[in-house]
């Protein structure tokens, strides 16, 4: 029986009618590339998470020796409820010069492409490897690369390259911002609003909080950004809600807010959540504890997705730049497993097709144009490796 061959476009298909939302199982997708693979002679490992219900796919293909090149995609799509779609977002339609479906240029397209080529990449007399890394949990954590990026040294040779398929119009992208996120809880006890002393509010704890954390953002924007690549050029620190207390005369037992730091990538991220911490024993000593234990503030770091700090001369952005024709690496304002790479000591950069503005949206598509420019991107660069 002959292996399955697909275009760019038809596997594109495959890849949309998987309805891969982060929230969800991306196994019957993995299981397709996977048997896809396989049928073409392509070694193949799965890296499952914990729960067994998600895994990332590591393929590679040509010799194993140092060197070669990772092109990173993740399999995770943002959801569609909510979203007023043309046509069914999980069967692709194509119209018009543009295949739309969900995840179609965030980054199911990428994906596509580099599994349409892997049977040329296998029939190419590569001198190094290219790997084909499926991740998972991108749009949520970031997490779903770790797995892979630990084999790179240890199972597998270590690459001089990776390449993230993000959707950057096959710009190369060498720099975006960090993000962390947190949900803090301040508990006070709840007392009548004439005695302020015989409990404490946590509405009034987290104001105070609050307060402290924008002069911690104003101290971040004073301190700038010394590559001058970045808009704004400071890192952001940003409360997105807030909910507390049941009455305006009573001392609030709860009180909650969602916030988050989009730090530059020289910030000691850990330095900085130690001072949010000092902050929060401060806050507490004075508006929750001064009159007995009568509170707390708990904060929850949900997420942390590192940034990617430019590295001008990097293997991976010479390489990109050549293969992509391009004179000079751009920022991008969204983040990305990049930084995961980077962190791991791989030099990283973001080079995919499409328009990362079409991304989360309804009616998200790629155009055929963009499809065939990637295409002809990665054929450039297992030419460049053989
Ligand atoms: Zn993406």
């Excluded at 006890?189 to 609050?210: I, K, L, N, Q, R």
Aim: glycine share 10%; hydrophobic share 40%.
């Amino acid at each position: 029986m002959t292996a399955p061959r697909y275009t760019p476009l038809e596997m594109l298909e495959r890849l949309v009618s998987f309805d891969t939302e982060s929230h969800r199982s991306n196994l019957p997708l993995i299981d397709f590339a996977e048997d896809y693979l396989r049928a073409h002679g392509i070694a193949v490992r799965r890296l499952p998470n914990a729960q067994g219900d998600k895994a990332a796919l590591l393929a590679t293909i040509g010799p194993l020796v140092e060197g070669g090149v990772v092109l990173s995609g993740h399999t995770d799509v943002v959801p569609v409820e909510g979203q007023a779609w043309s046509s069914d977002p999980y069967r692709l339609r194509v119209a018009d010069g543009r295949a739309y479906g969900r995840g179609a240029v965030d980054m199911k397209g990428f994906d596509a492409i580099a599994l349409s080529l892997a049977p040329d990449f296998a029939a190419a007399p590569l001198r190094e490897p290219i790997h084909i890394l499926l991740s998972y949990d991108e749009e949520t954590t970031c997490l779903g690369v770790l797995d892979a990026i630990a084999a790179f040294g240890r199972d597998l040779p270590r690459p001089r390259a990776v390449l993230v398929g993000e959707p950057t119009g096959l710009e190369v992208a060498d720099a975006h911002k960090g993000v962390a996120m947190c949900e803090t809880r301040v508990s006070g006890t709840e007392a009548h609003s004439s005695d302020p002393e015989a409990g404490a509010s946590a509405v009034m704890a987290a104001c105070d909080y609050v307060a402290r954390l924008m002069a911690l953002g104003d101290r971040l924007r004073a301190a700038g950004d010394a590559t001058g690549r970045f808009t704004p050029g400071y890192s952001t620190l940003h409360v997105g809600t807030i909910e507390g207390g049941t009455a305006r005369n009573i001392l609030a037992r709860a009180c909650g807010f969602g916030w988050e730091i989009r730090y530059l990538p020289g910030v000691d991220m850990a330095e900085i959540q130690a001072q949010v911490e000092d902050i929060a024993r401060g806050v507490a000593a004075e508006r929750l504890t001064r009159y007995g234990p009568y509170g707390a503030i708990e904060n929850r770091w949900s997420v942390d997705v590192p940034g990617l700090a430019p590295d001008p001369g990097s293997e991976a952005e010479r390489l990109a730049l050549r293969l992509a024709r391009r004179n000079r690496p751009i920022t991008v304002a969204y983040g990305s497993e990049a930084g995961r790479f980077q962190g791991a000591g791989l030099p990283t950069v973001l080079c995919g097709p499409g328009d990362i503005a079409r991304a989360h949206k309804a009616d998200e598509y790629i155009t055929l144009d963009e499809l065939a420019a990637g295409e002809a991107f990665l054929r450039r660069l297992a030419a460049e490796l053989s």
